[in-house]
């Protein structure tokens, strides 16, 4: 009985090994995948988010300003689109058109005095401009 028992015991140690060697490898090509997976995101990330950096400012400017513009077209007197494409006009140093949309925004809002006074001082920085040169 002794020697069965022994056997029973080997045999059953010989499985709990070839277990532990199946998980092991299984262990083993989990992380490796993972590692691979993970490599190849972070090579991939940076060529997608290149593409947006390589806009300038000045670009940027323009693409906004132009969304303003769609947005005016349908909708002339709607307040935010008149005042974001003032400030991204001002920002292009088209000076003539951001005072145009200002112009309007204060004839829509006679009660608004902080449009009023962006006008002003952007004229009056338009007239030393004018001088200047």
Do not use: C, W
Request: glycine share 6%.
């Amino acid at each position: 009985m002794s020697s069965s028992g022994d056997d029973y015991f080997i045999s059953r140690q010989k499985q709990i090994e070839r277990k532990k060697r199946i998980l092991t490898v299984v262990g083993v090509a989990s992380f490796l995948g993972s590692t691979v997976f993970g490599v190849v995101n972070l090579i991939q990330q940076p060529s997608q988010q290149s593409q947006p950096r390589n806009l300038s400012v000045e670009e940027k400017l323009k693409q906004q300003a132009q969304g303003y513009e769609l947005v005016l077209q349908r909708e002339p007197n709607n307040q935010v689109a008149l005042e974001k494409l003032s400030i991204a006009r001002l920002h292009l140093k088209d000076t003539k058109g951001a005072i145009a949309l200002m112009e309007k925004l204060v004839q829509q809002h006679p009660e608004r005095q902080d449009y009023k006074t962006v006008l002003e001082q952007v004229k009056k920085q338009q007239g030393n401009s004018a001088v200047d040169k």
